[in-house]
C-alpha cells in the first residue's frame, strides 16, 4: 500500500485527514481508517472544544459580507450609483398612495422624538437591498421602541394613505425589506428587548428586532439553542426571519419555522394589534392565525413581537468534510448519512466545484480534501459525545468503503471546524469577487436537482462567467447563482422565466427560503395555482384594504 497525504492538510489533524490512499485491497483501506479513527478518540479534549464554535461562539465566525449589515444606516457600505428601482423597471407604476408632506413629519417626531431619520446619506442604505440591485427614494425612516407605537403609525398611514415598509436587519435577498418608490421606512431596530425565557419549555419572547445572533448566545446560557442559523445572523432581525420563513442550515434537524414559531404579535395595516403571542405547544382553538404572518414578508401585517421554541443545546458537535466524484455519490451520501446518522444530523450541505474554484481564488481559502467535481459538509449535533463519534465513524467507514466518498476530512478542533464551515459559509462573498451575481433560491426533487445547474451552465456559455450550484441538499434547497461582466436585461432574459419554467415542470418552488420579494413576485404563478393566488390577494384585501403594507412585493393585487 501506498499513502499520500496531501501537502495542503490543515494543521495538527489526525483524524481521516487528506487521506488520498492506492489500495492493493480493500482490507487495507480498513485498516488505515480504523487505526486513524484509534488516533481520534484519543484527542477526546480536543473535540470538547468544538461546541464552542459552532454552537456557543458563533460571533467569531465572521464573513465579512455582513459586516455592513450592523451599520447599514451609513453611506460608506452602499453605492449611490445604484439605480433607482423605478428607473430600472420603467413599466412599473407607482400605487395611489399620498406624498409625505411637512405636516406627516412632524406627526412622526411628535410621536418618537429624535426617532425619524430624515438624512439622505443616512437613509441611503435603507433605501438600498445588500445587492445593491434595488434602491427606493424613501425620504423618512422611522424606529418605534413599541407595539402601540408601531400601531399609531400604521393607523395614520392607513388613513392618510401613505405606504409603509417594514424593514429589520435589511438582508433579504429579493428587494422585499427596501422602499420601491417612496414609502416610508418603519424599522425595527429599536424594539430589540427580550421579554421572557422559560428555562423549562425552552420558549423564547421577544420583540421582532432582536438580533438572531443576540438570542442565540442569550439562549445559550440556559443551554439553549435558536432553530435557525443563517449567514446574516449578526444583522438580521427575528421578526423579518418569521416574516419571510427564513430557512437556514439548521432546518434539516429542527424544521421551519412553521413548526418553532408558538406565537406572534402583529398590527395590522389599520392599527390594530392582533395578540396570537401564544407560548403552548398545543393550542388547537380554531384557525391558526400566526401562519398566516409567517412568511408573509410583511404584506398582511407588521409581526412586533414573536414566541418560539427553542431546542436544548447540543453537547457535542462534529464536522466532516467529503469530496465526491458525480451529484449521484452525493445522492448516495445522504442516504447514507440519513439512515446511520439519524437523530444527530443537524447539517448536510453541498457545493461544487466551481464554488471551491472561487472561495480558493478570490479569498484565499484552503481546500481541505483536494479537487474533486463536489464537495459534502456533514455536521452532526447530539448530547453524547462518544457515542455520536461512533456513529459519524462508522459512516466515514461505509462511505469511504463503498465509494461513495473518494476522500475526506474530519475537524478535530474549533480552528478545522471553523475554516471546514468557511469554505461552505463565504460561497456568497466570493461570487461578489466573480462580476455581477444574479443569484436563485429553488427547491427541487433529488432527481432534478443538480440538473439544472448544468442545464443552465450550458444555456448561459458565452454570456455568463460562470453558473454554480450549492445549498442545503438535504433538505432540497438549492442556491443556483450566475455570474456575468454586468446586470444587464440580455443575461437576465437568457435565465428568467426560463429557469422558473424548468422549475415548475419538474413541481419544484422558484423560493425556498428567500421569499418572493420584489424581485420574484410576478413569477408566484410558477409555485401557485390560480386559486390558490387568487385567495392569497383575498386575504391581502381582507388585512390591507387600502393596500399600504409593503406594496410591490409579494403578490399584485
Known sequence: MQSMFCNRCLRHRTCVSQVRVMYSSQSQKVQLMSRLRTQATNTSNVRTQLLSLRMGCQQRRTNPIFLRFSSSSSSSS??????????????????????????????????????????????????????????????????????????????????????????????GLVGGSVPVFDEVILSTALMNNIISLDKNS???????????????????????????????????HIGGN????????????????????????AVLADGRVIDCLSSLRKDNTGYDMKQLFI???????????????????????????????????VL???????????????????????????????????????DYPFYVLIETSGSNESHDQEKLNHL?????????????????????????????????????????VYKYDISLPMDAYYKIVEDMRERMKGVAIRVVGYGHVGDGNLHLNVTAPELSIKVLDLIEPYLFEVTEKNRGSISAEHGLGFKKKNFIGYSKKPEVVSLMKDLKKIFDPNGILNPYKTITV
Open 78 to 171: 452602499v453605492s449611490s450609483k445604484v439605480r433607482l428601482t423605478a428607473e430600472m423597471y420603467p413599466g412599473l407604476k407607482r400605487g395611489p398612495y399620498a406624498v409625505l408632506s411637512d405636516a406627516d413629519a412632524t406627526f412622526f417626531e411628535d410621536l418618537l422624538p429624535g426617532r425619524v431619520i430624515t438624512c439622505p446619506s443616512e437613509l441611503l442604505g435603507h433605501n438600498t437591498d445588500w445587492m445593491n440591485i434595488c434602491r427606493g427614494s424613501s425620504q423618512i425612516m422611522l424606529k418605534p421602541k413599541t407595539t402601540d407605537e408601531v400601531s399609531k403609525i400604521l393607523a395614520y398611514c392607513n388613513e392618510r394613505r401613505l405606504a409603509v415598509v417594514p424593514q429589520g436587519g435589511n438582508t
Open 202 to 236: 425552552g420558549v423564547l419572547v421577544c420583540q421582532a428586532g432582536c438580533i438572531l445572533e443576540t438570542l442565540d448566545n442569550y439562549v445559550a446560557e440556559k443551554d439553549l439553542i435558536m432553530p435557525l442559523d443563517l449567514g446574516a445572523k449578526g444583522s438580521c
Open 242 to 265: 418569521v416574516a419571510t420563513n427564513a430557512g437556514g442550515i439548521r432546518l434539516l434537524k429542527y424544521g421551519s419555522l412553521h413548526g418553532s414559531v408558538l406565537g406572534v404579535e
Open 295 to 329: 412568511g408573509a414578508e410583511g404584506t398582511l401585517g407588521m409581526i412586533t413581537a414573536v414566541s418560539i421554541l427553542c431546542p436544548q443545546r447540543p453537547k457535542s458537535v462534529n464536522v466532516a468534510f467529503l469530496g465526491c466524484s458525480s451529484f449521484n455519490q
Open 332 to 370: 448516495e451520501t445522504l442516504k447514507k448519512t440519513k439512515t446511520l446518522l439519524g437523530e444527530v444530523l443537524s447539517a448536510y450541505e453541498f457545493l461544487d466545484h466551481e464554488c471551491m474554484h472561487l472561495v480558493t481564488k478570490y479569498l484565499g481559502l484552503t481546500n481541505p480534501v483536494g
Open 396 to 436: 466515514l467507514d461505509v462511505v469511504m468503503t463503498d465509494g461513495s466518498v473518494e476522500n475526506g476530512t474530519v475537524a478535530m478542533d474549533t480552528t478545522q471546524m471553523q475554516s471546514l464551515w468557511a469554505v461552505r459559509e463565504r460561497i456568497a462573498e466570493a461570487l461578489q469577487h466573480d462580476g455581477a
